[in-house]
């Protein structure tokens, strides 16, 4: 069965998980219903999250109050970069998938689950006829966001060479998430130390990072290489912290804009950087190739943990290994 355009009847109206929301143009937004007030909202315009609530109810994820509505990126959730992080490339900044309406994917190929996640939709976005003037290529782009029993979200992107001309294509990509955190001042990041990074600031230079934990006191715009497959962000304040895996996806991008770029920002307040750290898990350095007929398939997951302590202090090793 084809996909569902955006303007077709939801697939499964009726299900304690599931929620759709129209707007005059059509469908507009999918909400995925957990335990007690657990939910994810995904947009259809970008096939991006836009939120992301706890069982008690509190946002994870950052959104700008300024945040602008399509068709423009909208500044916050979880936006996709693809098929070109940043401005690696000729299109525009962050490739154009954040910026295409998707539709649901009624009849996806199988994708191995955990039967006990109730609470998933299917997302599709393929190349229109400008898309192609743009960047010859053809693709089926699937995405899946789940939300899992106990509150965590995971996206998985399946990314498939449809050229019929024999012709591989290679892409960047990352999933821009965006976290809301109390304090970026008290934030600490934990499994990036000691790695490699290429700073976006100093002409994509290689560094080594030294030191400890990476805390935040100026810009930071860094994509961090060959990234550990688990990175924490300890919100010291909200005594929480964030656990990001990825697979499929080696760099990690970190960016807080801080206060002199956020002020030159048009859909950004000018004090929110205090309020947000994004951490990026991508494929950045090594762009992806796929010839026709393969598929690439890409995993983010994020769960929200209460900080653990050991002796007062924070203990690393308790999250990332814990
Ligand atoms: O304003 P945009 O296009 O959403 O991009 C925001 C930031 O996204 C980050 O991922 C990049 O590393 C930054 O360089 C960029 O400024």
């Known amino acids: 069965m084809a996909a569902a355009t955006p303007h077709s009847p939801p697939p499964q109206l009726s299900s304690p998980f599931l929620e759709y929301i129209t707007a005059p143009g059509g469908l507009d937004k999918v909400v995925l219903r957990g335990r007690r007030s657990c939910s994810v909202e995904i947009r259809l315009f970008g096939g991006q999250v836009t939120s992301w609530k706890n069982d008690h109810g509190e946002e994870l994820l950052f959104v700008s109050s300024k945040a602008i509505k399509p068709p423009k990126p909208f500044r916050g959730g979880i936006p996709i970069c693809f098929p070109q992080f940043g401005t690696q490339g000729n299109l525009e900044q962050h490739g154009f998938a954040r910026n295409r309406l998707w539709a649901i994917d009624d009849n996806p190929p199988p994708l191995p689950v955990n039967p006990a996640i109730k609470a998933f939709v299917d997302l599709i976005l393929k190349p229109s006829e400008d898309d192609l003037k743009m960047w010859p290529h053809s693709f089926e782009f699937r995405l899946r966001i789940a939300l899992g029993a106990g509150g965590d979200l995971s996206l998985t992107s399946r990314i498939r060479n449809t050229n019929t001309d024999g012709r591989p294509f290679s892409y960047t990509f990352a999933y821009h998430t965006y976290f809301s955190v109390s304090d970026i001042s008290e934030v600490r990041v934990e499994g990036l130390e000691t790695m490699d990074y290429l700073d976006n600031m100093k002409g994509k230079e290689r560094f080594t990072e030294q030191g400890d ?79 026709p007929g393969e598929e690439w398939k890409g995993r983010l997951g994020l769960s929200a943990v209460p900080s653990s302590y050991c002796s007062g202090q924070l203990d690393p090793l308790k999250v990332l290994h814990g």
């Open 213 to 291: 934990a990476i805390v935040f006191e100026s810009e930071v715009d860094k994509v961090y290489l060959a990234a550990p497959s688990k990175v924490a962000i300890i919100d010291h304040d909200m005594r929480r912290t964030f656990v990001v895996t990825k697979e499929g996806l080696p760099d990690a991008v970190v960016w807080n804009p801080w206060d002199k770029k956020a002020k030159a920002m048009q859909d950004f307040g000018d004090l929110e950087y205090k309020h947000m750290l994004c951490v990026e898990p991508a494929a950045v350095e090594k762009p992806i190739t796929l010839k």
